[in-house]
């Protein structure tokens, strides 16, 4: 125990002598989560879109302003330029230049063909482009037609639903993402820290004073990581709390529970990051081998961005090796929903597994190099 | 000829290490496909729990089709009212659906069940898609219904999508990767390159060479230009090849937004190469400034939804035009009467980083 110490020691040292980083470590966060927690959103607040009004009738104009009523409309009719109504042609290069996002046509027949019961179809035209907008837009455009078949028919409602969202009433996506980002900004940093560790010392040659030392390679491994859990713990805490009072995310459950899988999760993303270091040759293969496998698979792969129970089997598969995954279930069941510690102890179990796995894995690397070098 | 010789022992020091020749060129492709994967499948197999309290047949057949979408998974199919919240709370289901008989007769004249649809908000945006579907299913129920009474609803929405008809995800998603990879494999293997011969103590070596700091400076882009471009060509084939995109616009266009990008990115990378101490500070920077780049361009969510303070960041983001012209050469074939605009803001954010990269390249230099 005492030669641990005197590793923990060596790297607490370490971490101090380089200020700037440290201070990176604490800051850099709170500014990603806070410009990222305002900038990033899902949500579809307005729909630009121009009307070609062919029939000009009484009907058509309320069918227009039934559009128009809707908050999230933003109506044109005219060109930019031109006067008058707005041309087809024109209209098109408005949705390739992105100025709207769709084209209400409205047929020439309209009056004549309701009076005659015949069907009648308006046309939209929508810029397909980003899928989910697409689809928001067409839902909303299926909608408002409904409501207003229902207003001239004089019948209120052809159905009644009554939808209610719960955990997250106002469906704010802030709520849903700032966790997240929470959670794979952790496990960036984590890994982040431990990964240059070994290499460093790998690079400026001080490694061979690690391998003649008496220390057993175990002892190294872990001694390297102790420190930085400290670190990392006290970052995750700073970013909570930053998350908690700036953004007003609730904090439904027990802090301490949510601490407690920080913890766990937090060992993994070390533990990830000296398994890289004791893999890398140099300082650069472990910065980009850090950021390619931290990156990409925590925001594709773990439920942060897409939902996981789309994804193919394969890919869920790997997803579960994936530290960002379990956590970002225990954040956002802790925060939303008030989740409780009982309720995690699968994906706690997999936390530990999985960093116990890449420690031996590390070791084990370590170690072959350790005696490769003698 | 002196240049060649630093682009040439740059290019070594990449070449010679197994593993960074497997991260930048293997890394990206098995990248690109898992993205590819993850994106181009859309919203499906959401888990729902069904409460049956109305009586007639329709609630019944509704529920049916709602079984037979592969949107909806049905986990729980119950007639009796029970605490379902607790099943939202745990996660088993994202959405509860409630079917109960119209008391109000009056208002459904149809005397269509009630629907109450509880959703688990967490997920603000699988749960509006999911609700929105099943809107759909409903309302396509109804109207089959009205026309097989001979009563058919009067007026409906005829809808076309333009640029990509079949609304396919990876259309949109799949070109915006090329730029990212362009900006990942720069960024990282240039942020650390002065810092390294710092660290290295082999600055003073470079500094006593017959090169001039304009030749050190472009002798540090250009491998890593070089390795960028490999990239993204490998990533144009994937995406084209593989996933099926088609790319309707000009090649060109495309090659000459990246160049004018590359020389933005690297201006950045090498700024933050001079400006950090440690290779581990230059790996905060980088990955800070990659994920902003990153989430603010567009890439995952729309630039509009960005508060008009913080816009001021997306507007200097280079990453944000790249991905712009990508997409418009890539889905809609626009040519560059389309993006000029954006190509020259790409521009003029690149000749600025540069100068002040290059100002500040030459102060460290002279030190």
């Known amino acids: 125990m005492g030669r641990i110490k005197a590793i923990i020691v060596k790297e607490f040292f370490h971490i101090m002598r380089d200020p700037r980083s440290l201070t990176m470590v604490f800051f850099i966060p709170l500014v990603m989560i806070f410009i990222l927690g305002y900038s990033v959103s899902y949500d579809l607040n307005r729909i630009d879109a121009a009307v070609i009004d062919l029939s000009q009738s009484r009907l058509s104009k309320q069918l227009v302003q039934a559009f128009a009523a809707n908050r999230i409309f933003v109506i044109r009719t005219r060109g930019s330029n031109e006067q008058g109504t707005l041309s087809l042609a024109a209209a098109e290069k408005m949705l390739r230049q992105q100025k709207i996002k769709e084209i209400i046509v409205i047929p020439a027949d309209l009056s004549r063909c309701l009076a005659e019961k015949r069907q ?158 004791a893999s890398a040759p140099t300082q650069r293969t472990a910065m980009l081998a850090t950021l390619l496998i931290t990156m990409l698979p925590s925001f594709l792969l773990s439920g942060f961005i897409f939902p996981l129970d789309s994804l193919s089997p394969v890919l869920r598969a790997i997803s579960y090796v994936i530290p960002a995954t379990y956590f970002l279930r225990i954040i956002r069941g802790v925060i939303l929903k008030g989740a409780e510690l009982k309720h995690f102890f699968f994906e706690g179990g997999m936390l530990i597994a999985l960093s116990l796995v890449l420690l031996a894995a590390a070791t084990r690397k370590f170690n072959q190099q350790r005696k490769a070098a003698q | 000829m002196k240049l060649f010789y630093l682009v040439k022992k740059e290019l070594i020091e990449i070449v010679r290490q197994k593993e960074l020749l497997v991260l930048m060129f293997i890394g990206p492709v098995i990248q690109i496909i898992i993205l590819g994967y993850v994106i181009s499948t859309d919203i499906r197999h959401v888990p729902v729990g069904i409460v049956n309290l109305a009586k007639g047949q329709v609630a019944g057949q509704i529920i049916q089709r709602v079984r037979q979408t592969p949107l909806f998974h049905v986990h729980v199919l119950s007639d009796r009212s029970e605490d379902y919240l607790y099943l939202l709370k745990k996660g088993e289901v994202k959405t509860v659906l409630i079917f109960r008989d119209a008391l109000d007769e009056k208002r459904s004249v149809l005397k269509y069940p009630e629907v109450q649809i509880l959703m688990d908000g967490m997920d603000s945006n699988t749960s509006m898609i999911a609700a929105g579907y099943f809107n759909g299913i409903i309302k396509n129920y109804i109207l089959n219904d009205m026309e097989k009474l001979g009563q058919g609803l009067p007026l409906g929405g005829q809808a076309v999508f333009r640029f990509n008809p079949q609304l396919r995800s990876i259309n949109y998603m799949g070109p915006g990767i090329v730029g990212f990879l362009l900006t990942i494999i720069t960024m990282f293997l240039t942020s650390a390159s002065m810092v390294r011969e710092k660290e290295q103590q082999t600055l003073d070596t470079l500094l006593i060479s017959p090169l001039s700091t304009l030749e050190i400076y472009i002798g540090k882009a250009l491998p890593a230009a070089l390795i960028g471009l490999a990239d993204m060509v490998i990533g144009l084939v994937v995406v084209v090849l593989w996933f099926g995109i088609p790319f309707r616009g000009n090649l060109f266009y495309l090659f000459l937004a990246s160049l004018v990008y590359l020389a933005a990115i690297l201006s950045y990378a090498l700024l933050i190469s001079v400006l950090s101490a440690t290779t581990q500070q230059a790996m905060f920077f980088a990955w800070f400034s990659l994920m902003i780049f990153l989430l603010m361009s567009g890439f995952f969510t729309p630039v509009d939804n960005i508060p008009p303070l913080l816009r001021v960041l997306a507007d200097i983001n280079p990453l944000r035009y790249l991905i712009q012209i990508i997409r418009e050469i890539f889905l809609k074939g626009n040519g560059i009467e389309f993006f000029w605009k954006d190509l020259l803001k790409l521009s003029a954010i690149a000749l600025t980083l540069l100068s002040v990269s290059l100002l500040n390249f030459k102060r460290f230099i002279s030190k």
């Open chain 1, 120 to 277: 009648c179809s308006i046309g939209l035209i929508i810029d397909g482009s980003d899928v989910n907008i697409a689809n928001l837009v067409y839902q909303y455009d299926e909608r408002i037609i409904l409501e207003f078949i229902a207003a001239m028919k004089g019948v209120g409602q052809l159905l009644k639903i009554n939808t209610k969202i719960f955990f997250n009433p106002e469906a704010r996506s802030q709520f849903f993402f700032i966790p997240g980002l929470v959670a794979v900004i952790l496990l960036m940093i984590s890994a982040m820290l431990t990964s240059l560790s070994v290499a460093k010392e790998r690079e400026t040659g001080s490694i061979a004073l690690l391998f003649i030392s008496p220390l057993k390679s175990p002892e190294i491994i872990i001694g390297k990581t102790i420190p930085y859990i400290i670190v990392s713990l006290l970052d995750g805490v700073v970013i909570l709390l930053f998350a908690r009072f700036w953004f007003g995310i609730p904090l439904r459950g027990s802090l301490a529970v949510l601490l407690v899988f920080a913890l766990l999760y937090i060992v993994s993303g070390l533990a990830l990051g000296i398994l890289i270091s």
